[in-house]
Every structure is written in C-alpha cells, then in structure tokens.
C-alpha cells in the first residue's frame, strides 16, 4: 500500500464517519500488502470486511469474480477499495456491484 493511499484514507475516516454510530464497511481489494485499513476500521462499532481474489492475510472473503459480491443488495454502509481498480480489467463492473450492495 501506499503511504499515501493509507493517509487519504485516514482523513476519509476522520472527516466523514461518526465513531459513536454502527457502520458495516466492505474493502474491495484487502490483500495486505505492506499494509491495510483494517486498522482505521478498529471502532467497535464497526464491522469490516475485507474482500479479495485471493485468500491471504487482511482477507475475510475470497471472490471467484472481481465483478460479483457474494452480498445481499443494499446491505452495506461503505464500500472502500484504496488500490484495486488498476488492477480489474472491467472496473466499471466492478463499480456498479459496489453500488449495489451499498445502502441508498
């Protein structure tokens, strides 16, 4: 992960989510590599999943498809993926499962 990428992320979490409200979080592309979100996520509160294509460390749920989430629709509060995209050669099908299982 880049510093960056974890630093953008950090004021994502401070700025926008309220730490005294439940909130379920899924992180498109969670392979720990040289870092995670995992950790901005710690509020008890909160749950988070990880999701990716391969199981490994900061991986809950392990995809068959990067273009199908194995979730029910509008089911989750925030869907994140810091360094995924680049990597998914029809993001754009990604994009509109994230939106499908996020809560309107």
């Not at 700025?15 to 899924?26: F, G, K, N, T």
């Not at 995992?38 to 809950?60: A, C, H, I, K, Q």
């Not at 509060?77 to 994009?95: C, K, P, R, T, Y």
């Amino acid at each position: 992960m880049h510093v960056s990428s974890y630093q953008h992320m950090t004021d994502l979490v401070s700025r926008y989510l309220a730490p005294e409200s439940a909130l379920s979080v899924v992180d498109i592309g969670s392979y720990d590599v040289n870092g995670s979100y995992r950790t901005l996520f710690g509020n008890p509160l909160w749950s988070y999943v990880g999701v990716d294509l391969e199981s490994g460390p900061g991986v809950d749920m392990v995809l068959s498809s990067p273009y199908t989430l194995p979730l029910a629709s509008a089911s989750v509060d925030l869907v994140i993926s810091g360094q995924a995209f680049e990597h998914v050669e029809n993001f754009w099908m990604s994009w509109l499962e994230m939106l499908r299982v996020l809560k309107p």
